[in-house]
């Protein structure tokens, strides 16, 4: 059993998530960032207006990660012929030569976890908006932080250049309408997370609870 | 540092690593999992078998990183021409065809990253071992570093995806994925996890404890 430790609560300190050293947090003014006076990383952040604007940028990223998914990635041309390939037909193009561990591997990072990561987002301040409950609430927002390394949306479309360049002299290649989708979609989650204040959003479940 | 720093352990509390709250150990039941009453998360004060599981998984990787350089990640048929390519003789052949500003970052992100994480790791595992106390800032830095750029070298198996569902005409020009690209998304996986067993607040345990 634990419980919250009281005496340095009402002390009003934080400990440093990467080494664990007490220290008391300073005021900050909007848009600034608290470091951890020993080794420095990033404690906690003061933004403005976090939870409306992360929710508009979450529902745009939750439109944009549709459009990316269903239209084409990139459309290839040689000697007359054209093959057109979206990200799932690069998941089911491994597991037909026999790649079924890697092409799991592949619909995890690209389309499973980046859609939860989106979703669990719009679930956790939806209800924090809405609900007074905040169970679900929680878990979503531990699950979308714990989910963060394995979202490989950016280096998804970085390949896409890669494969663009690989493959420019020997057959024309356009990029699709999921191309630049997936461009916008990156750009919307990185808005999305700088807006974000997880502390804010803590705090609030802690009062609903 | 002053004498006032202290670390949250030392003073039996256990700050949560995924919301951050600061909570009490009850020492009764301490060493018992326990969850923080705020994110449901499970709170400890320090990663349980840090060292042992992080050990496992870097070398895990360390063997697979052997297969995933050894044997072809794709095998292409254009016009004619059947070629197979390896993680280093495609870096290569970006170079050859001078593309270098591509083939930095793919030598970043294929061959950079994967051996920083195995090295880099095995550093940080050693230097907490022997319970040193040279430089913990740069050690952090290093770990945060490890964290940052640690997935980015999945680029390579992307670029495999990509090209295998692209490139699907039959005899004039077809690319099939090779035994190296799943050896490499293993060590690329493997690696991921020892990252995440490894808890940094080791780093700073052996400082403190110094009398
Ligand atoms: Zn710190
Ligand atoms: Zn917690």
Redesign the interface.
């Known amino acids: 059993m634990l419980t919250r430790g009281a005496a340095a609560r009402s002390n009003g300190l934080v400990a440093c998530p990467d080494c664990d050293l007490l220290q008391r947090p300073a005021a900050l003014a909007a848009g600034e960032a608290a470091r951890c006076g020993r080794c420095g990383a990033r404690l906690y952040e003061r933004k403005e207006n976090s939870l409306s604007r992360t929710l508009a940028l979450a529902l745009a990223a939750l439109i944009l990660f549709a459009i990316a998914n269903l239209c084409p990635f990139m459309t290839l041309s040689l000697e007359g012929r054209s093959q057109e390939c979206t990200i799932f037909s690069g998941v089911t193009g491994l597991a037909r030569e026999g790649m079924g561990t890697l092409a799991l591997l592949v619909f995890l990072v690209s389309v499973l976890v980046p859609f939860l990561r989106i979703a669990g987002l719009l679930h956790a301040l939806a209800l924090l908006r809405l609900a007074p409950g905040r169970g679900r609430a929680a878990f979503s927002f531990r699950w979308i932080h714990a989910l963060r390394p394995w979202g490989m949306l950016e280096i998804l479309l970085l390949a896409g250049l890669v494969a663009l360049v690989k493959l420019g002299d020997v057959a024309r290649i356009e990029p699709g309408a999921a191309f630049w989708a997936f461009c916008a979609l990156i750009l919307v989650n990185a808005a999305a997370a700088a807006t974000l204040d997880p502390a804010l959003v803590w705090r609030g479940l802690e009062r609903r609870g | 540092?002053s004498a006032k720093?202290?670390?949250?352990?030392r003073?039996g509390?256990?700050?949560c690593?995924?919301?951050?709250?600061?909570?009490?150990?009850?020492p009764l039941?301490a060493g018992?999992a326990?969850?923080?009453?705020?994110?449901?998360?499970g709170?400890r004060?320090r990663k349980p078998r840090s060292v042992a599981c992080t050990w496992a998984l870097l070398v895990t990787g360390a063997i697979l990183y052997v297969p995933a350089n050894v044997y072809p990640i794709m095998q292409s048929e254009?016009?004619g021409k059947t070629s197979e390519d390896t993680i280093i003789s495609g870096v290569l052949r970006?170079m050859e065809?001078d593309?270098a500003p591509?083939a930095l970052?793919?030598f970043f992100a294929s061959i950079v990253v994967p051996l920083l994480k195995l090295c880099g790791l095995s550093f940080l595992l050693v230097s907490v071992q022997r319970r040193s106390t040279w430089q913990?800032?740069g050690r952090?830095?290093l770990f945060?570093l490890i964290?940052i750029v640690?997935?980015?070298s999945?680029?390579?198996?992307?670029?495999?995806?990509?090209?295998?569902?692209?490139?699907?005409?039959g005899s004039?020009?077809t690319i099939?994925?090779g035994f190296g690209?799943?050896s490499f998304?293993a060590v690329v996986?493997a690696t991921?996890f020892a990252?995440?067993a490894f808890d940094?607040?080791l780093?700073?345990?052996s400082l403190e404890k110094k009398p």
């Open positions: 540092m720093a202290a670390s949250a352990a003073l509390l256990i700050c690593r995924a919301c951050g709250l600061l909570l009490r150990a009850r039941q018992a326990a969850r923080c009453p705020r994110c449901g998360a709170a004060a254009l016009m970006l065809e593309q591509l970052l793919v913990p800032r952090a830095a945060r964290e640690g997935r980015w999945m680029l390579d198996i992307f670029v495999v995806a990509i090209l295998v569902a692209l490139v699907r005409l004039v020009a099939l994925p690209a799943l998304a996986v991921m990252t995440l940094p607040r780093i700073w345990d």
